[in-house]
């Protein structure tokens, strides 16, 4: 297809704009009832709630999670690769949990050019599976593990080691003890088939390999070091045992290093920072270091948690951490990660291909993007909006800022993170004159949403709130077009409850804490001076979702949507 195809035409009745428009993505901002564990509402947030004024012309909600965002059933909540891929591409694609599901329902995944690759290796030495231990389906699933190893038992592969990453934040607290169990009941019952199946080392998923974007690489190190070493500071015979006990440990709510007794005011391990694991014979050997010859898969679908382990499993020059052995194995991911590196270059079953973003028309029409958000989201707004592509369409006319987020430090310690710095940049790139469009993401409301902490929730939507409002501010000043939106829920419910009534689940009379992200429709809302009299929001989609809104920001530029995407939100 040649460049002139993708030069998107002009708007029947909205003229391209002068000025540039602003889009902004609060991350986790969730639409729920007033309610005293929806943080969002409990927030003094003077400038959403303003928004919403504008019902139904220029304030509505769209579906964010399941089949509206590619995902296998409504069952399953929203999150970020799917939500930014949606926002971004303006299509509805069927996603990694989706393919996955398919490949291993028939045991297709193993005729697969990617499995042919591992076999050999994984039936004469060992098979290493790595990944997220969950049921979560954002990242992994545990079915999907579980068929994985089965159907590797059923063709022969003799020895099976699993590096397990604990959850806590697509599932509840506590429930990685659970479903470690679990695995260790699965893996036990391949014995009598002649397979010895074991898990061989693990570690909470915020403090062991699944960093992301760079954020902090000491992650993967302590990742790599327990899974392929088979070093680690806590050593354990049962990964059941191991998990109770250092969840049992106190820590002062930051890093393993820095880990301090009940009596000083240390708090329970979450399983999100459960500090890395190796699990030892009787004679204290690791029971799974990865070594040459071995095969390794790992079986996280999503990317942008991976990628970094795959390039150190994968690159021959690499210097963000000191690997002490680099083993010659033969490695594939679930997917293929990054589709321009080619990263892995081995995968159990190809990836969504998401292709004709909005962000390639627009470069090929010659809008000009700042895209910025601090270093935990910015691949959001750039990498999954333009269909898990790192890099821009054109370098000349988009410009990628990162700000880096903060590190060894949880969200709830600082709510407000990074947003000033973002909504600084994105006032001096709607001021410069140099953008048509300015796309900012605030991770606060599901970072610290994420945590479980709703009073520090509450303080990152009132923190965003006004951001937002600054930024509008600068947009009437300049004479644009603004429109805000957010990716999926999760700071509008902060609890467990129980399906039918709503109620809060309780134990020990506390309520369950929620971390995960919800199935709750999130707010899209425009304005600005820019906007012309008369455009609103259509009444007639039955089911607008965040798909929608890639045409709608390409109508907003002044261009007719291409055909290949959903219709856009907009009646004019
Ligand atoms: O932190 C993450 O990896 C996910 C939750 O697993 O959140 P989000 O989809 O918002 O990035
Ligand atoms: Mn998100
Ligand atoms: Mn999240």
Request: with cysteine.
């Amino acid at each position: 297809m040649g460049a002139s195809e993708f030069q998107l035409k002009k708007h029947h009745s909205i003229p391209k704009p002068e000025k540039p428009l602003l889009v902004v993505v609060l991350d986790g901002w969730g639409e729920a009832p007033d309610d005293e564990f929806n943080a969002i509402s409990r927030a003094e947030t003077p400038c959403m709630d303003s928004l919403k004024e504008s019902k139904p012309d220029r304030w509505m909600l769209l579906k964010a999670h399941g089949t509206a965002v590619g995902l296998p059933s409504d069952d399953d909540m929203g999150n970020s690769e799917v939500g930014h891929n949606a926002l971004g591409a303006g299509q509805v694609v069927s996603q990694g949990a989706a393919l996955v599901d398919k490949a291993l329902e028939k045991g297709e995944l193993f005729d697969h050019d990617g499995w042919k690759y591992l076999e050999p290796a994984a039936k004469e030495h060992t098979l290493h599976l790595i990944g997220l231990l969950s049921d979560g389906g954002v990242h992994s699933r545990y079915n999907q593990l579980w068929l994985l190893i089965q159907g590797a038992a059923e063709r022969g592969v003799k020895r099976i080691r699993v590096h397990t990453l604990t959850d806590g934040r697509d599932t509840e607290d506590g429930t990685s003890v659970k479903f470690m169990a679990q695995l260790q009941k699965d893996l036990r019952s391949l014995e009598g088939k002649g397979c010895d199946a074991q898990v061989a080392s693990g570690g909470g998923r915020m403090i062991t390999t699944m960093d992301r974007y760079e954020s902090d690489w000491n992650v993967v190190k302590r990742g790599w070091e327990a899974h392929v070493l088979g070093e680690a500071p806590n050593k354990f015979k049962d990964p059941v045992e191991a998990i109770k006990a250092l969840k049992a440990s106190h820590c002062d709510g930051r890093r393993c290093k820095l880990q301090k007794p009940k009596e000083a005011g240390g708090k329970p391990v979450s399983d999100q920072w459960i500090p890395p694991f190796v699990i030892v014979d009787d004679d204290d050997n690791p029971v799974g270091p990865i070594q040459d010859g071995d095969a390794v898969a790992i079986f996280n679908f999503r990317a942008d948690r991976v990628v970094e382990l795959s390039k150190a499993f994968e690159y021959k020059d690499f210097k963000h951490f000191d690997r002490k052995r680099h083993p010659d194995v033969r490695f594939a991911g679930m997917m293929q990660y990054d589709g321009e590196l080619k990263l892995p270059a081995h995968f159990l079953v190809p990836p969504p291909a998401i292709s004709r973003t909005t962000g390639e028309f627009l470069a090929k029409s010659g809008v000009s993007t700042f895209a910025c958000s601090e270093s935990q989201k910015i691949g959001h707004v750039t990498f999954f909006w333009n269909g898990n592509r790192a890099a821009p369409f054109d370098k000349k006319l988009e410009t990628f800022h990162e700000v880096p987020s903060d590190q060894n430090i949880p969200f709830n310690e600082k709510p407000a993170m990074q947003s000033a710095k973002i909504t600084k940049l994105g006032i001096e790139a709607l001021k410069s004159g140099k953008y048509d469009q300015v796309r900012l993401n605030f991770p606060n409301p599901d970072m610290v949403g994420h945590t479980g902490d709703l009073e520090a929730t509450i303080s990152a939507c009132s923190t965003v709130d006004s951001c937002v409002q600054e930024l509008i501010n600068a947009v009437e000043e300049v004479g644009g077009t603004w429109l805000v939106t957010a990716d999926h829920g999760n700071a509008e419910d902060m609890v467990q409850r129980d399906k039918k009534s709503g109620k809060p689940l309780m134990e020990d009379g506390k309520p369950r804490i929620l971390t995960s992200h919800t199935l709750n429709p999130v707010p899209v809302a425009m304005g600005g001076p820019g906007l012309p009299e008369g455009v609103k929001f259509r009444t007639d989609l039955k089911e607008p979702g965040l798909a929608n809104v890639g045409p709608t920001i390409i109508n907003l530029l002044g261009f007719e949507a291409p055909d290949n995407m959903v219709p856009t939100l907009l009646s004019a």
